[in-house]
């Protein structure tokens, strides 16, 4: 059983067009996040958000923005795509301590 | 914003020997986390260590925490071709916000 699923696996887009990443997580945790993972490996938090509650992290765009439908889905929603959007973005859950990542997605932006 | 830093940040080791992993940090925390990530995968949670003194260990990895100092000690002991990886060490402050470490990318050569 999957803990974390994210989709799509890859992602290959035009510059300027809108996309939308889903994720969802069966291990009924409180707490759910998104990180940028760049061509470095430098992995950096966009979001986390608990019970409704949301924190950003102040450097991310406001082309980015999470959505959570319910507590086991936080979909991230990206406007306007740039070039420097490639990467692969993780969404990860918690409950106290740990973080279950999902596979990553594959952003490709021409 | 609080900053996390790992040396070194690439390490080629022969089968056999030890060697340690650095990761010091800027701010005070009490959780500290490592993670290990292979080529093109994701993020599995090695250790979480929650308090000054602190000492997990499974198999040949052992990991401690110093708050006092803000430094955690990735050590690697007899090292395998299967542990080669990317590791990452990460602090988190009291409000679900996650900072990782610039990565350490070993390689284990017979």
């Known amino acids: 059983d999957t803990a974390v699923s994210q989709t799509p696996k890859y992602l290959v887009t035009q510059m300027g067009n809108d996309k939308s990443i889903k994720c969802e997580q069966n291990?009924?945790?409180?707490?759910m996040y998104w990180y940028k993972q760049d061509s470095k490996k430098f992995l950096k938090i966009m979001f986390s958000?608990?019970?409704?509650?949301?924190?950003i992290n102040e450097t991310v765009p406001n082309r980015f923005s999470p959505k959570s439908p319910d507590k086991a889905h936080l979909n991230l929603h990206i406007n306007s795509l740039e070039l420097g959007d490639s990467a692969v973005y993780f969404c990860?859950?918690?409950?106290?301590?740990?973080?279950?990542f999902g596979p990553g997605t594959r952003l490709l932006v021409l | 914003e609080l900053k996390v830093e790992q040396n070194p940040l690439f390490l080629s080791m022969q089968e056999g020997k030890n060697y340690t992993i650095y990761c010091n940090y800027s701010?005070?925390?009490?959780?500290l986390y490592w993670y290990r990530q292979d080529p093109g995968k994701s993020l599995e949670s090695l250790f979480v260590?929650?308090?000054?003194?602190a000492v997990k260990q499974e198999g040949r990895l052992m990991a401690s925490l110093d708050t006092k100092a803000r430094l955690s000690t990735l050590h690697i002991t007899a090292a395998v071709h299967d542990l080669s990886a990317t590791y990452f060490c990460?602090?988190?402050?009291?409000?679900?916000?996650?900072?990782f470490g610039t990565g350490t990318s070993l390689t284990v050569i017979p």
């Open positions: 701010t005070t925390s009490d959780r």
């Open positions: 260590l929650l308090s000054n003194g």
């Open positions: 990860a859950s918690s409950k106290i301590e740990t973080q279950y």
């Open positions: 990460a602090v988190d402050t009291s409000v679900n916000q996650f900072y």
């Open positions: 291990l009924g945790h409180d707490t």
């Open positions: 958000y608990n019970n409704k509650e949301l924190i």
